[in-house]
């Protein structure tokens, strides 16, 4: 597709995640055109909620999560952990149901004023999916993860099917795309979001202490400086904290600057931290040090053309 066809089709308010449909071949679905950002404010104040789900407490966990959103009234967007609705074990609780994307208690939570990103387990036909929603408006846009680890004490394919596509959403002043987890691991993937225009990523995750190879803690402080410096984004990092099923989460939730520099970053316990992201300031690094400039899509899609074909 031209870039002529890719203006085109992003000025349609594309919004295939809202009800199930693919996007065209190759591209990244967004939700409205982004000439709308030039009217808007340059700053984005966001709330990171790290919170201790209790496992299998569906109704419960919403309710804390309502209370704890509709707490946020001077912020624009609040992020909470992957799967914060459910848990993560849930093998342990077998009656612990998915959401569906429709359940007004998911909805709700968006109906405080700002927006908000919350992980979840989806119910979609006959399939779960580990997924978050950007919820806005009164409406849900999905995100679901597409790499699922299945290793080692982590055993999500044996209970979710993996996500297909990753989404690029417009919000308020800003293009964002939400990683949860296991597809931050995985360079292509932010690549692609900040390529698709994306100057936010929010990284909802559950991860637990380990000491296999390289500590936990330590692998995604490289991780998620990379993504930052390298791709001129500012990175929300939003991990669980608590014990559950004999595992240690441990919060650290962050936020990166472009530059490398933390903005602000919480320890073991569920907490709240609140940070104001100057995207004017993006925006001008990235002219001034345009390292996005040349994609390569070309190059990047041929390469990964024959890496498929070799696998089959």
């Known amino acids: 597709m031209n870039s002529e066809a890719l203006t085109d089709y992003r000025s349609e308010a594309y919004s295939a995640n809202k009800v199930g449909f693919p996007a065209p071949e190759g591209i990244l679905p967004v939700s409205r055109a982004a000439d709308d950002w030039a009217i808007k404010s340059d700053k984005l104040k966001v709330r990171l909620l790290q ?3 209790t496992l299998g407490d569906v109704a419960g966990n919403l309710e804390k999560i309502d209370s704890l959103i509709a707490a946020a009234t001077d912020s624009d967007l609040v992020v909470l952990p992957e799967l914060a609705t459910h848990g993560y074990h849930l093998s342990e609780v077998p009656d612990a149901m998915p959401l569906q994307p429709t359940d007004e208690r998911l909805l709700g939570l968006g109906r405080h004023g700002p927006a908000a990103v919350v992980g979840f387990a989806e119910a979609f036909r006959h399939h779960t999916f580990n997924s978050a929603a950007l919820l806005s408006n009164g409406e849900a846009r999905i995100q679901r993860k597409m790499f699922l680890p299945t290793y080692r004490g982590w055993e999500e394919r044996k209970h979710f099917r993996p996500g297909g596509q990753l989404h690029c959403e417009d919000l308020l002043n800003t293009r964002l795309s939400v990683l949860i987890c296991n597809d931050a691991w995985q360079p292509a993937i932010p690549w692609l979001a900040a390529h698709a225009g994306a100057e ?15 500590a936990t803690s330590r692998a995604w402080e490289i991780l998620l400086l990379h993504a930052a410096v390298v791709l ?16 240690d989460f441990w919060g650290g939730s962050r936020v990166i600057h472009p530059s490398g520099e933390v903005l602000g970053q919480l320890g073991s316990d569920p907490g709240q931290l609140d940070v104001e992201l100057d995207l004017g300031e993006l925006r001008l690094l990235r002219r001034k040090w345009p390292l996005l400039q040349e994609s390569r899509a070309d190059l990047i899609a041929r390469e990964a053309g024959r890496l498929a074909a070799d696998e089959l």
């Open 51 to 53: 919170t201790d789900p």
């Open 232 to 247: 001129q984004s500012f990175v929300v990092f939003v991990n669980r904290c608590g014990e559950e099923n004999q595992r």
């Open 200 to 214: 936010v990523l929010v990284v909802p995750v559950n991860s637990a202490t380990s000491h296999v190879g390289v």
